[in-house]
């Protein structure tokens, strides 16, 4: 695997806290071992995962701004839960900023927090190791981890129910992707014959 410069990591380093840094250290990590594991691009897969929260440094108004001056759409839904809002101005600021121009890494840094229906297996991965990196403690999150490394669709399903049900729990706003891809994917399972 061909890491990107150390320029890169330097640069996010420096924007991010350090407490958010050991996370996305932690999310390259698992990402690098799940690239492995489905034969995707390791090099692609840390790259994504270095980068997948390079905008979470800004303050929410800072992100609403960088997103209309970047032209990033923000649909209402969006609007009302802004914790996901770094992830498509982050595949903005990863092009922008950090020169990243390949459109596997920008849509797995996009789609990182709500998901869609049809995501790459590098959307995917970037999806589950940021859920299941080596600093995240929630229950059932060991039995995530093994899943990870067996199924990537039953592990894409188990975070998405996870996230469904902190979000419910926090009575909290659910993006109608992350319940796009639920169903999409719950359609679309293999089944035993």
Known sequence: MKKPTKKLEEKLKNSIPPKRYKHVMGVCEEAVKLAHQYGADETKAYTAALLHDCAKGYT???QFRLCS???VKLDRISKKCPAV?????G???AR???????EEILGAIAWHTVGKTRMTLLEKIIYIA????PSRDFKGVKKL???AYEDIDEAMLMC????????VKKGAVIHPKTLEAWNYLQINKKTEE
């Open 130 to 133: 940021d859920m299941i990196e």
């Open 85 to 89: 809002i770094h992830a498509p101005l």
């Open 60 to 62: 929410q108004e800072e």
């Open 160 to 167: 998405i129910a996870q996230g469904l049900k902190y979000n």
């Open 145 to 147: 981890r093994k899943k």
């Open 96 to 102: 922008r900023e950090y020169k990243i121009d390949d």
């Open 91 to 93: 595949a903005e600021v």
């Open 69 to 71: 001056e970047y032209g």
